[in-house]
């Protein structure tokens, strides 16, 4: 009542009956009240400003040093692939060229680039032919090799491939690495960096979206430029859908047992307290149960896509379950009464009436849980899932057994490598994490808005 | 629609599928973080070339892997354990107690460990003795045995450079702390006398009073990887972090290496044995996998080949000094000798 518009009497001067005092002269009280009011407006303020700046620091950072993994370095090269080199019997025997190694491909690939440069016309003064061999991505002779052994008919023919540059030369192109950098560090030197510039403007180096930012494995530390995220995001997708299709159905089964049918006693409230508290226990505790129960009770597979979504589901069931529950709890008593009323079973009154009414808060709790599952590294430290992956998965399900990374454990993995172009991959992976976490809170609220009905 | 059929028929299906977990056809390693990039690179490379699947390698530490490869034999325990100390009696016990019993001990190199600064400060040149006397927890003064007084490293030894004594040394679950402790602590407390003191102070063991460091926050331990003492030693100028030189050979345009006893850490000084400060790296081979998971064998001989392992390989490229005695290990690897007792 303290801010009440002019309108209080006739005259514009409003009295009480009890003091006679005016409600618009403002006493002491009254100013006491609305000055800790509006302080409090003020603490509010700043309380939503530090959050904002903290999340804009946070993201300008991740997305300074991340947003130039989505870009890579590429060289314009065409390789004869020498039969005296690849294939010296001459019998196109695949079993026989298999035997050459990546090693035995380099000095062809190596050929290659220069003979791009010469065909460009640049210049290759103050440079050694192993300093422009050093430019190269050691990840070239693999791609040259899968490419051989993919068709060996090829052989003797002369292929354009478009293959990476190495990683402190594509760190030039974002500016992680400068003229001044380089004169400093023994893995690149300026003379290389000058020939990238001349090649670039004469388009034999070019810089293009990184699609195998995407769908690549993760590489070693020494090439850093051909390092992806594809296993690591085929690895949370296994995970997430086993924790989907178990904690889902585990979860609202569990929660409808207990909210609709269960008998209120001492179990059913230690049941409940217990429940809460396994939503709080740390999920490294989970990752310790998943070691001792799945993989050395159960004998299932380390490192596997499995064993993490199990541990995850564990993690993920009491959100789901206390989520499912509240959402059940605010269907209100009348509908399922006039369900009983009209002769329903308390089933159907649970299936028919009150599930559908809770269902948005009941996907709005799993999907907010799957995020956070989703975001989760340390239960997977113990099950060997923190590693160094490079083979695909397996399509589902025998997949699910297969090793895995998972996407918050890349972001792990990447920033202990010494190279600093890993720092950037990083980021990279942190943006795309934080993309997919984005779009599940997005649906959570879209789902929320749509079909939650408010009594 | 049944919530409670199709509960009954997921948890139906993932019971099946846990009973029903196939035979492993790739190789699982674990241990030393920092026998990882090279285990990596090895990893990668082997994926490559070879029609088996590329082992997969996790972390965790040397002591962590000895133990899960001691944990018995089957698919599900790991086959090759990195680590960047010696394999201690111990684990020998504890695999024996679990049925390993024959485990192959692979030398792959050598390991530098490097004192580096930010690339702007001045230029260091330190014995053992400097390091000791600036970070142990008592040194002598005036023939006295006093609680570390030296703030500058001129306080140390007067033609250093006057800078603040700040040093970032790896926590002690690293297996870098132990050599770090051996080679550079307790070396330079027998050089500069302190141990005597020790001694005749009557300490029960002189060489545990040795590896005390001060806590007066002039030493921090960093219990996360050399990434984390690279970005102390960005924030700070003054501090000197020790590192691994791979690492440091990674990050030339940040740090600069103080030499050790006048000899400046490179493949070569290390290799010779000049540089004073070096570890081998190793890993485990439990045998009794060698036939069962494809490629064990093929993997175990192509790490310690020439062209991965020899001194123009690309593991020497990343910063490990390749070892004099790499055809005796080749031979050993080839005929999967057992470790014998520890000497």
Known sequence: MTDMPHSNGADGIARDSHGGKSLLAVDARTRKRNASEARFRLLGKIAVAIGVLALVGLLASILSSGLSSFRQTYIDIEVYLDPAKLDKEGNRDRAQISKVSTFGYKPLIEQGFMEAIEKSGVSLDGISEKEVAEMLSKEAPAQVRNFVLADVERIGQTAPFEVLAGGRIDGYFKGRVTMESAERDRNVSPAQLELADRLREAGVVKVRFNWDFFTAPDASDTRPEAAGLGVAIIGSAYMMLIVLVLSLPLGVAASIYLEEFAPQNRFTDLIEVNISNLAAVPSIVFGILGLAIFINFAGLPQSAPVVGGLVLTLMTLPTIIIATRASLKSVPPSIREAALGVGASKMQTVFHHVLPLAMPGILTGTIIGLAQALGETAPLLLIGMVAFVREYPAGPPEGFFDPAAALPVQVYNWTQRGDPAFVERASGAIIVLLVFLVVMNIAAILLRRRFERRW | ?343
């Open chain 2, 1 to 343: 629609m049944s919530f409670m059929k199709l509960t009954a028929s997921t948890l139906a299906i993932s019971a099946l599928a846990a009973t029903a977990a196939q035979a492993r056809d790739n190789i699982q390693i674990a241990g030393s973080s920092t026998v990882l990039p090279y285990a990596s690179i090895v990893a990668e490379a082997f994926g490559e070339n070879f029609e088996f699947p590329t082992p997969v390698v996790e972390s965790g530490g040397s002591g962590a892997g000895r133990k899960k490869l001691c944990e018995g034999v089957g698919e599900n325990t790991i086959d090759i354990a990195n680590s960047s100390s010696r394999i201690k009696q111990s684990d020998i016990d504890n695999c024996a107690a679990n049925g390993v019993t024959e485990i192959q001990e692979v030398r792959i190199g050598y390991d530098g460990i490097v004192f580096a600064s930010d690339i702007d400060g001045p230029a260091f040149a330190f014995t053992p003795a400097d390091w000791h006397a600036a970070l142990a927890a008592k040194i002598v003064v005036d023939g006295a045995l006093v609680d570390n007084p030296n703030k500058m490293w001129s306080d140390v030894r007067a033609d250093l450079p006057e800078q603040e004594i700040l040093a970032f040394i790896p926590g002690t679950k690293h297996g870098t702390r132990e050599v770090f402790d051996e080679n550079v602590l307790i070396a330079g407390c027998e050089e500069n006398g302190t141990m005597a003191a020790h001694e005749a102070a009557g300490a029960e063991d002189a060489e545990d009073a040795c590896m005390q460091v001060r806590t007066d926050g002039v030493s921090i331990d960093i219990d996360g990887d050399y990434t984390e003492t690279l970005a102390r030693v960005d924030a700070n100028p003054n501090g000197f972090g020790v590192f691994g030189l791979s690492f440091y050979q990674n990050n030339t345009d940040k740090l600069q290496v103080a030499t050790m006893g006048g000899v400046a850490p490179s493949t070569e000084t290390i290799a010779t044995g000049e540089y004073p400060v070096s570890r081998p790296l190793f890993f485990y081979v439990k045998n009794a996998h060698l036939d069962v998971i494809p490629g064990m064998q093929e993997y175990v001989e192509f790490f310690v080949s020439d062209e991965m392992a020899g001194p123009d390989g690309p593991l020497a490229a990343y910063g490990l000094v390749s070892d004099p005695e790499l055809a005796k290990t080749q031979e050993a690897v080839a005929n999967r000798t057992p470790m014998g007792p520890l000497n």
